[in-house]
């Protein structure tokens, strides 16, 4: 009984351990957190290419490609203004992966 106390009480230290690792690990490559993103298909589906978005937009094409890759988080107003110009919820072109490792 003692021993699986004891087992569990270190799985949820060890969980708690994994976590906070991997924030302070995202704090160090500069804060980033891992956001999934649905640019690419939502381009598709308007037929234009990452520099007809960007104009679009009023940010470079290498700012979409680096959205769309994963490697930048847009700020608020450049994911509401990519919202309005697909016509979809926020919810629906990027959503908050908490288990992705970002590294």
Known sequence: ??????????MIVTSKLVKVT?????WLKGGQMPLKNTLKIQRAKLGINQGELGRMAEVSRQTISSIERGEYNPSIVLVLKLSRIFQVSVEEL??????SEHE
């Open 1 to 10: 009984m003692l021993t699986s106390i004891l087992v569990s009480a270190m």
């Open 22 to 26: 991997r924030t302070l690990v995202i």
């Open 94 to 99: 990027f959503s908050y992966d908490e288990e």
